[in-house]
């Protein structure tokens, strides 16, 4: 497995408060990507990053925010939580190739209940 | 809306029959790849189709693709009960390195 690391595993919070999760990869692979899971709905892009200082937007980033500050590290911010953020996150990272075609590696998730 | 829609969304069969899950999606894209997860875990790459490739083999797993269609399929075959898993297909939007998921298959291998 690519060293992927997520961090915390188990989160509990409170609505209206911030919330921070960490990916944090150790094979210097250029691509980050931050989903949430749900019931019915597979794994929706939140933010994605295709190099240091660079993220766009996935299909549901109202809520949230991104930065990568370093190679190895992709944070997901959410500024005010909310009971609908309720879901499991998980990170995936994907190393540049000449073709463009490589898989992903994923993390193994963060379970955050926001109450 | 999502780029992957999978059909079915759920596919119970007896243990040594072949699953066959199907793909579509909307935009052109690098390639077209098939995970797999096993509950409450993270996902796991079986196999990367690229848009010039038509059909690709990997052990019991045949994926097929269709960009006139934009679609794909995963069959496997002669399927086991550790096949038991959710199987997602994810599109490689081109220009963008854009990795989109489906909502997935939850496939089930009754003994």
């Known amino acids: 497995d690519a060293g992927i690391t997520q961090s915390p595993r188990h989160k509990v919070t409170e609505t209206g408060t911030p919330v921070t999760l960490r990916c944090h990869q150790t094979e210097n692979h250029r691509y980050m990507y931050w989903y949430r899971q749900d019931p019915g709905h597979g794994l929706r892009l939140i933010h994605y990053s295709y190099g240091v200082k660079d993220t766009d937007k996935g299909e549901v980033s109202d809520g949230y925010s991104v930065s990568r500050s370093k190679t190895e590290d992709f944070l997901l911010t959410l500024e005010s939580a909310t009971s609908s953020q309720t879901s499991v996150y998980f990170c995936?990272?994907?190393?540049?190739?000449?073709?463009?075609?490589?898989?992903?590696?994923f993390g193994q998730g963060t379970r955050l209940t926001v109450v | 809306s999502q780029q992957g829609e999978e059909d079915p969304q759920a596919l119970s069969i007896q243990e040594g029959e072949n699953a066959t899950m199907n793909c579509s999606y909307k935009t052109s894209i690098n390639n077209l790849q098939w995970y797999r997860q096993n509950s409450g875990r993270g996902l796991v790459h079986l196999i990367l189709i690229r848009s010039n490739e038509r059909e690709k083999h990997s052990g019991r797993l045949r994926v097929t693709l269709d960009t006139s269609k934009k679609s794909s399929s995963l069959l496997i075959t002669a399927s086991r009960a550790a096949d038991t898993a959710s199987y997602f297909c994810?599109?490689?939007?081109?220009?963008?390195?854009?990795?989109?998921f489906g909502q997935g298959t939850r496939l089930t291998i009754n003994p």
């Open positions: 995936a990272t994907k190393p540049p190739t000449v073709t463009m075609n490589t898989e992903a590696f």
């Open positions: 994810a599109t490689d939007e081109q220009g963008a390195q854009k990795l989109v």
